[in-house]
């Protein structure tokens, strides 16, 4: 008798692999990059499936395919969960303490840099003129 | 950097000024901020003077290992002492806008 196909395995394999390639998507958007709640959601969905499949092809192999296939795959997606929480999770928040970064109440460092145009820009400048800066160090385009 | 200029209006309308500060060279900057449509300033701080001077230097952390800032934000009053910082401690995570706005109405709930 021929088995019936495991769609489940299948499925939620691709569904974990969209929750990895999808986060470049999602970064875009705050509410969904300060944490990552579409990728986590599609990881849980993808690999439930998975397990719904596994239980499938151990419970009824006769009926079902995939112990093979749907090992290797459920590894794979354990292996790509893993080091996306490894990225995410870990990697991404090993940010220096900036102890010695001014403090509430403190002056600001001067500083005296060249803008977009080539223009020499102070702390001075800017705040000449103005009731307060917003001064954002970001780690830059590349 | 890219919600701050949505809501840029909203700081001129205070008459706070936004700066942006990195190791990128001012060419990149012109690229990015004409690609990007940037207004506000973006400065140039390859030698990480004033990077060093907030102490927000992240060792390595750029490519091939290069030294660059970390995120961090500051609010300055007109006399430049700092009001309000925020030291992020996920780089994927950094202020946005409205905390910025919402920092400025504690500190002058008249919006002066």
Same mark, same amino acid.
Not at chain 1, 84 to 103: D, H, N, T
Not at chain 2, 61 to 72: E, T
């Given at each position: 008798?021929k088995?019936?196909w ?31 709640? %579409? ?8 690999? %439930? ?58 002056? %600001? ?23 307060g ?10 | 950097?890219?919600s701050?200029?949505?809501? &840029?209006?909203?700081?001129?309308? #205070? ?20 690609? #990007?449509?940037y ?17 927000? &230097? ?17 609010? &300055? ?5 700092? #009001? ?19 920092a400025?109405?504690q ?6």
């Amino acid at each position: 008798m021929k088995r019936k196909w495991n769609w489940p395995i299948w499925v939620g394999f691709v569904v974990v692999v969209i929750g990895l390639f999808s986060y470049e998507f999602f970064a875009r958007f705050p509410i969904t990059r300060d944490f990552p709640w %579409a990728n986590v959601l599609l990881f849980g969905i993808g690999i %439930a499936l998975l397990i719904a499949g596994l239980v499938r092809a151990f419970g009824r192999p006769q009926i079902y395919r995939g112990k093979i296939v749907g090992s290797i795959l459920a590894m794979i997606a354990v292996l790509v969960v893993a080091l996306f929480s490894y990225e995410i999770f870990y990697a991404l928040r090993q940010v220096p303490a900036s102890a010695g970064a001014p403090r509430v109440g403190q002056k %600001a460092p001067d500083f005296l840099l060249l803008d977009q145009n080539g223009t020499p820009v102070g702390l001075g400048d800017l705040l000449s003129n103005s009731n307060g800066v917003v001064v954002i160090f970001y780690r830059g385009f590349w | 950097m890219r919600s701050f200029q949505q809501r &840029l209006p909203e700081f001129e309308a #205070r008459r706070i000024s936004v700066v942006g500060i990195s190791v990128d060279p001012p060419e990149i900057n012109r690229r990015q901020s004409q690609k #990007r449509g940037y207004t506000f300033p973006l400065l140039s701080d390859p030698k990480m003077r004033a990077i060093r001077r907030y102490d927000v &230097l992240h060792p390595g952390a750029g490519p091939k290992g290069a030294d660059i800032a970390r995120p961090a934000e500051f609010l &300055l009053d007109s006399n430049g002492i700092v #009001r309000w910082v925020n030291l992020t401690d996920n780089i994927v995570v950094r202020a946005r806008p409205e905390q910025v706005l919402e920092a400025l109405n504690q500190l002058s709930p008249a919006g002066q």
